[in-house]
């Protein structure tokens, strides 16, 4: 089975344009999240979602960030407008997430963004 | 606040020798899981291991293994005869807030295993 996939996994953009991250959980899984790892402040949960739904958003660093789930297989982080600060690797993980405990999260290889 | 600690920024030994990445943490919980994750120079994050809180009992996994004490909040990971290809950063992440699937990473060791 594929693990989980994300794209793309280099974005280089310039400041105030609109960036999306995508993100395919693996099949079956039930618990979405997305990190954020930069130099400064490691790796940060940002949101996550259980059964499509959000469950947890207070890592979101401000409204520039945005995160949808239209469906169990698919996943989008938004950016817009995009700043330098938000420069990171941006990490989507997934989980099987079905009896309510910490199951183990699966990560995808990363999406390194660069906002110059 | 819930927070985790691994004290050991960088650690660089040589190839055979053992070496114990430290991890502690803080809760308020009496039930919570455990993981340890391996991130190497290409950037993948790898899962490890998960325990829970209610085992306390040590893990083994060929050359990798791990002492989980209740009583001090600490859940150590040692590699026995480390090799280069041990290097990496490692990452503790327990789950320390009731109720969150999440995890809270710790800031990670970079471990260096020089030939």
């Known amino acids: 089975d594929a693990g989980v996939i994300q794209s793309p996994r280099h974005e280089v953009t310039e400041m105030g344009q609109e960036v999306t991250l995508r993100c395919k959980p693996i099949?079956?899984?039930?618990?979405l999240f997305w990190y954020r790892q930069t130099m400064m402040r490691g790796l940060e949960l940002l949101i996550y979602?259980?059964?499509?739904?959000?469950?947890?958003d207070s890592g979101m660093p401000e409204d520039r960030f945005s995160a949808k789930m239209p469906n169990a297989s698919f996943s989008t982080l938004k950016i817009q407008p995009s700043e330098p600060r938000d420069s990171a690797v941006y990490f989507c993980?997934?989980?099987?997430?079905?009896?309510?405990?910490?199951?183990?999260?699966?990560f995808g290889p990363g999406t390194r963004l660069t906002v110059l | 606040a819930q927070k985790v600690t691994q004290a050991q920024t960088e650690i660089s030994v040589v190839e055979k020798e053992d070496v114990t990445l430290d991890c502690v943490y803080e809760?308020?919980?009496?039930?919570?899981?455990l993981f340890w994750y391996k991130q190497p120079p290409s950037g993948e994050l790898v899962f490890l291991i998960r325990?829970?809180?209610?085992?306390?009992q040590n893990e083994i996994s060929g050359r990798y293994s791990w002492n989980f004490q209740k009583s001090t909040s600490s859940f150590n990971f040692t590699i026995t005869a480390s090799q280069v290809v041990d290097s990496a950063v490692y990452f503790c992440?327990?789950?320390?807030?009731?109720?969150?699937?999440?995890?809270?990473f710790g800031s990670g060791t970079r471990l260096q295993v020089q030939p």
């Open positions: 979602f259980n059964n499509n739904v959000p469950i947890d």
């Open positions: 809760t308020r919980d009496t039930t919570y899981y």
């Open positions: 993980a997934s989980s099987l997430g079905d009896r309510g405990l910490p199951d183990t999260q699966y």
């Open positions: 992440a327990p789950s320390l807030i009731p109720g969150r699937r999440a995890l809270t």
């Open positions: 325990r829970n809180s209610f085992d306390e």
């Open positions: 099949s079956g899984h039930n618990s």
